[in-house]
């Protein structure tokens, strides 16, 4: 009798320790963590792109799971720790991290158009998305504009803000790639590939600036600053989208401003690939200063997410321009990138396994 009741309250003890450690989780939530469904989803449509069927409709489909989870720890977040939530807004460093669910949301929309081929679910995505981004877009800036607590440079910015151009530039190849369904969409794609594309130039000096001329220690360099190539990768994915759009006799009807962006629209989305190009040894390089010079060990980091997105948006945004204005030798860095994305992310998502088993097995029992 003792012992069955002692056993019910271990277990009553035990389940109460899990709903501390989710309600915490939920409190100190890193408002970046939409990364993990732009990454999935990305890296879903590059495995669906070269042929890997299977692998892409898994990720797909624990893509849906993920973002439906990520949106409950949110809105529990918001109702239960809402001053946990106004003060990331707030946060020069945490605040952009909110544009991840934007990025996110049109991300799974384009694996709803690419793998499932719900041409209406990934229209009501992008619509939810280009709310969000109207909301968090402005939010987020005039929030930070306002503040009376800020940093220096150095303290404020890293490669996170870019997710601002990414987030733009998302809503941008989602309304490309569905203008063909609804042709008023088209100009909002252009619209917005523009905007992402004049912001980039805006952010990147800083944060270029602040690696030249600030001192790093081991603990700044984020997964995050992978995104100083992703922002260009989703630019290129978007241009090369927008001109393949263009391509419909309708659209050009519709909108012949297209026969005069065209070739500037190609000049400057193969400018942006090439410049992001450039990035990738130098991001390696970081890596290796980070975790083999500086000797800080491999474990789990929610914001290498950030990094594993850039490598799958690479991929798909190399194989498309390659496409779209016909150089077929740009398809040999996608080939290669390919695998780099795909084994990204299975070691992150491993990693994130193994932190999720030790946070609620190993030290609860």
């Known amino acids: 009798m003792f012992q069955l009741i002692n056993s019910n309250n271990k277990k009553t003890e035990s389940i109460m320790n899990i709903k501390a450690k989710l309600d915490q989780i939920a409190s100190n939530l890193l408002p970046a963590y939409f990364a993990l469904v732009m990454a999935t989803g ?9 042929q890997f069927i299977w692998f892409a409709k898994l990720l797909f489909y624990f893509n849906i799971v993920a973002y439906v989870a990520l949106w409950i720890i949110n809105i529990y977040r918001i109702i239960f720790h809402s001053e946990n939530y106004k003060t990331d807004i707030q946060n020069h460093r945490r605040g952009p991290g909110f544009f991840t669910i934007i990025a996110g949301t049109n991300t799974l929309g384009a694996d709803f158009l690419v793998i499932g081929n719900h041409t209406e679910t990934a229209f009501i995505l992008w619509v939810f998305g280009i709310l969000l981004w109207l909301f968090y877009q402005y939010v987020v800036f005039a929030s930070l504009m306002f503040s009376n607590q800020k940093q220096p440079l150095d303290q404020s910015i890293n490669g996170g803000w870019l997710v601002a151009i990414v987030s733009t530039e998302s809503v941008a190849l989602l309304a490309a790639q569905l203008s063909g369904n609804h042709i008023w969409m088209f100009l909002i794609a252009i619209i917005f590939y523009l905007i992402g594309y004049f912001t980039y130039f805006i952010i990147m000096p800083l944060i270029y600036y602040r690696l030249l001329f600030y001192n790093i220690q081991p603990k700044d360099v984020t997964g995050s600053y992978w995104i100083n190539m992703g922002a260009t990768a989703i630019t290129t994915l978007a241009g090369s989208l927008i001109l393949i759009a263009g391509e419909n006799s309708q659209v050009g009807q519709f909108y012949p401003i297209i026969n005069t962006l065209k070739s500037f629209i190609q000049g400057a989305t193969f400018l942006i690939w090439s410049y992001g190009s450039w990035w990738i040894p130098l991001l390696f ?35 498309k321009l390659a496409v779209t204005l016909n150089i077929p030798q740009l398809k040999i860095i996608s080939d290669f990138f390919v695998y780099v994305a795909i084994v990204s992310w299975l070691y992150q998502f491993g990693a994130f396994l193994l932190a999720f088993y030790n946070k609620f097995f190993i030290r609860t029992n």
């Open 42 to 50: 990305i890296v879903a449509i590059a495995a669906f792109i070269y």
């Open 285 to 319: 390089m970081m890596g290796y200063w980070k975790h083999i010079i500086n000797k800080i060990s491999f474990k789990y980091d929610s914001q290498f997410w950030g990094a594993v997105f850039p490598m799958g948006m690479y991929t798909v945004a190399t194989y």
